[in-house]
């Protein structure tokens, strides 16, 4: 089972829609969470931490389940510019290495 | 806003030919990593750096790997014997000390786009 598992997508969404994904991680030691966003042949960036409450960021909400291992992201009001990969990251326990699901692809279109 | 930055852009060597990809991390940051990420695949982790050594590595990083940090502001992957399967962006990332509760953010630098023909 891989460590950090997405669907790949593409998610085709309508601008100003909703979209939500998941993503799912087999080490219950894991510590932290993020979801990182990539451009097409640009470098990964950091789009929100994850917490064990669930936080929320502008039109972006980020959501942890440690009991089924798994987080969220919901985007609200979709922008064109939201296109991109989205990426799921976590840190186990002990140590500073990134494991990095496949990344889900988003697609918003007018 | 402090960024990290990579040289070169995008390399071009030879199967078997020495390449050493550089990396600026942000001044005041303690931790330094490399990941690469293969056309089509995901990021993966090759090694982190603190306070003058390896943390960590993978292993993907094997002995044709090494890093170092020559002077007090680069931070470089040396790759000895380059292979086909080296053909890869490679990311640096730095971060500052690690927060309490083990949660701190990595940025990234551009990438190098590594071809090896």
């Known amino acids: 089972r891989k460590e950090v598992e997405q669907d790949p997508g593409p998610f085709n969404v309508p601008e100003g829609a909703t979209v939500a994904f998941n993503c799912t991680y087999s080490n219950s030691a894991s510590q932290s969470f993020f979801w990182y966003r990539q451009d097409c042949r640009k470098e990964p960036k950091l789009l929100m931490s994850v917490y064990s409450s669930g936080n929320e960021d502008g039109r972006f909400t980020a959501q942890l389940n440690r009991a089924s291992q798994y987080i969220s992201l919901l985007i609200r009001d979709s922008k064109l510019s939201d296109s991109a990969t989205y990426l799921c990251?976590?840190?186990?326990?002990?140590?500073?290495?990134?494991?990095f699901g496949g990344g889900t692809r988003v697609l918003v279109k007018p | 806003e402090p960024e990290v930055t990579q040289t070169p852009s995008h390399q071009v060597t030879q199967m078997g030919q020495e390449v050493i990809l550089r990396c600026v991390p942000i001044s005041n940051h303690l931790y330094f990593y490399w990941y690469r990420q293969i056309l089509g695949q995901k990021v993966e982790f090759l090694v982190s750096?603190?306070?003058?050594?390896?943390?960590?590595k993978s292993e993907i990083f094997d002995d044709q790997f090494s890093v170092e940090r020559p002077d007090g502001s680069n931070f470089t992957l040396k790759i000895r014997s380059t292979k086909l399967e080296d053909s890869a962006m490679y990311f640096c990332?730095?971060?500052?000390?690690?927060?309490?509760?083990?949660?701190?953010?990595?940025?990234f630098g551009p990438g190098t786009r590594l071809t090896v023909t």
């Open positions: 750096f603190y306070n003058n050594e390896i943390s960590e």
């Open positions: 990251v976590v840190i186990k326990a002990a140590g500073n290495k990134l494991t």
């Open positions: 990332a730095s971060s500052e000390e690690e927060l309490a509760g083990g949660s701190y953010e990595q940025y």
